[in-house]
């Protein structure tokens, strides 16, 4: 079964040029991890003075260190989850969730481990999941009769949410940071139901939008309710039709703004990877075919190897950003 969208092929060449580019990206900001982040020299979140801006603000944190995170919660659709159609259809009916450890979630987990050895990743990424779903549950990919890498603590018909909450509930401090990726099923859903008609899409495209910015609202605050000094980072979404479909760029554009603004209303930061997944004029088409797998056979959405370094990178990029250095 797929949990994808299947779209169309691309094709295009200077692949080589393209593999630099962001494998430099990458390279960056794993040197500027190592530069600017020695262990124990910088803080992982934020307390709260009487008079200050909430715990969530940049400016609300003091010198004193905190105790040291011991779980990294990772949250989202597919995507969190390491998702690959190719690897599913190979593996299944096999298939454990073991095999799908080279995510983005596990890229951006592997270089906090550097520093925190002990660190926890704990990921709850469930394939198919929408806004709606991640709220009142069932996980598509469980209701398939399909295993998730953390088992939600509420059984197979419970949501992505209450488990996230529960988890944050019985691990007071002890979490952080957060990533969350969410929306894409909401659109893809759309351009499903538009049988990719590009007047139809642009259509659905405010109630959709206004839908998945409700959702994550909602989700964000709660998280932020139970985890008020973590950093939260959302991650937004590339476009894997490119131009194919018209106006696809655009209204990707305006999705992530949606989510920018959404983020921005609890302190989280939001990583874009529009840009890269999808640069202007002739480099996009090999740039999609090189980090997504829509140019194999399955014309699959999800990231391939090198797509899903990137977007731990761009992760990484984003996290670096939000980390405080101690007052002397």
Not at 27 to 35: F, G, H, Q
Request: with cysteine; proline share 9%.
């Amino acid at each position: 079964m797929a949990f994808g969208f299947r779209g169309f092929q691309l094709r295009g060449h200077r692949r080589v040029a393209v593999a630099g580019a962001v494998s430099s990206l990458l390279a960056a900001a794993l040197l500027a991890l190592v530069c600017a982040a020695p262990a124990g020299a910088h803080r992982w979140g934020h307390a709260r003075p009487a008079h200050t801006p909430p715990a969530w603000s940049h400016s609300a944190w003091s010198g004193s260190r905190p105790p040291a995170p011991t779980s990294y919660l990772a949250l989202g659709d597919s995507l969190a989850f390491g998702y690959s159609q190719a690897r599913f259809d190979e593996l299944f009916p096999e298939e454990s969730p073991a095999d799908f450890e080279s995510g983005y979630v596990n890229v951006f987990g592997g270089v906090l481990k550097v520093f925190h050895p002990g660190l926890q990743i704990v990921n709850d990424g469930c394939p198919g999941e929408t806004t709606e779903s991640f709220v009142k549950g069932p996980c598509p990919y469980v209701a398939e009769g399909f295993a998730l890498h953390h088992p939600y603590a509420g059984g197979p018909t419970s949501a992505q949410l209450s488990d996230a909450l529960a988890y944050l509930r019985a691990h007071p401090g002890a979490v952080n940071p957060i990533t969350l990726d969410i929306g894409a099923n909401d659109a893809l859903g759309l351009i499903g139901g538009c049988k990719e008609e590009p007047l139809c899409i642009a259509a659905g495209a405010p109630g959709v939008f206004g839908k998945i910015a409700a959702n994550l609202g909602l989700i964000l605050g709660d998280l932020r309710a139970d985890a008020p000094r973590a950093q939260i980072i959302v991650l937004g979404l590339y476009n894997p039709f490119g131009e194919t479909i018209a106006g696809g760029n655009a209204l990707t554009a305006q999705l992530n703004e949606v989510e920018a603004k959404v983020a921005a209303t609890v302190g989280a930061r939001f990583v874009d990877p529009l840009p890269i997944f999808n640069p202007p004029g002739a480099l996009e088409a090999p740039t999609i075919c090189l980090l997504t797998n829509m140019c194999t056979p399955l014309k699959d959405i999800h990231p391939t190897a090198l797509g899903y370094k990137v977007l731990g990178g761009l992760v990484l990029q984003q996290y670096l950003l939000g980390v405080r250095p101690l007052r002397p």
